[in-house]
């Protein structure tokens, strides 16, 4: 077989190899998911949806209930406008994005993604036949915003994603604004992609779709509502850009799995209390972590938001504390930037964190 120097530009992602080849003892910090369950209210209506025989195809750009409800959402709690045409239901965030790089991205052009940053981009836009290239973070891993302007000339696509993975930077309102804005002057379009919105500890997290018309946002049920494998996400886009996207999903997807999009309704529509819930435990956890590693003398700046801890752990340091195993993912998974950092995701529970921070402890004496 040949295959497409396009796929053959691209690596499978290293970070379900580690999760794959984890032993029976480890303490897996590496994929980054919630540990809990759908809550009920949300998994009762996907079964109502199966009971009622809701099993064929849906339009292509999702059920008009599901378009409406994140309508009301994005009205809600992003201060957004945006007309059920303006969206399309995709099979997770990872969808939305892989459709949007097929449709903004020219072969040779220059997509900017954060770096470090969430695997899928760079990845996704290669596929697109584009060239990644990476925005820095700077030493408190926020995007460097300076650096970042500089890059944005003759770019066709910036990527966004506050809270970050794998940094859990909050960008401040600020940055985000003085981003759209200069992307707008130099006629970039901006990807901002918030699957991560609910999880900030102590800061509030800003839709960049408030600031410029050339915004896109991303989103998805998986990490707000412990969806991830129901696979439904959104993006919200000039009708434009969404009569362009609908062409690959119709062909590629055609729609999201029907009961999951039922499912999705009841996440939009109903008791958001869960989601409180799941938020002010996984900033126990986080604090819990953080506080361990500061008693371990390893010191760095605590993350605002997400599940994750990015650590400079050093190479070394990082080798042994996977051969002690704790399962996290070494910082060039993320990007050039990151190769002295590791991320550990703390979306599981206290005895666990508790346990890899005795073995980090083991690993940091040794
Ligand atoms: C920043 C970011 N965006 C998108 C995704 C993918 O989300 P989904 O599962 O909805 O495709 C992830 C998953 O880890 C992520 O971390």
Redesign the pocket.
Known sequence: MRFSERIQGIEASGIRKLFESAGPGAVNLGL??PDYDTPAHIKEAAIVALREGKTGYTPNAGIPELRAAICEKLRRENGLTYRPEQLIVTA????A?HLLMQVLVRDGDRVLVPDPG?V?YAALATVAGGKPVGIPADTTLHTDVEKAKELLDGATVMVL?SPS?PTGAVEPEESIRALVEYAADRGVTVLS?E??EHLTYGKSHVSAARFGENVITVN?T??TYAM?GW?V?FLAAPEEVVDQAMKVHQYCQACATSIAQYAAVAAYTGDQSPVAEMRREYQARRDLMYEGFTRLGIYFPIPEGAFYMFVPFGRQLTERVISKGVVIVPGEAFGRNAKEYARLCYATSRENIAEALHRIGQAVAE
């Open positions: 980054g998911q997770g965030a990872s969808e994005l969430f899928s994603n993975n992609d699957v991560y998805a998986s990490k991830t696979r996400g």
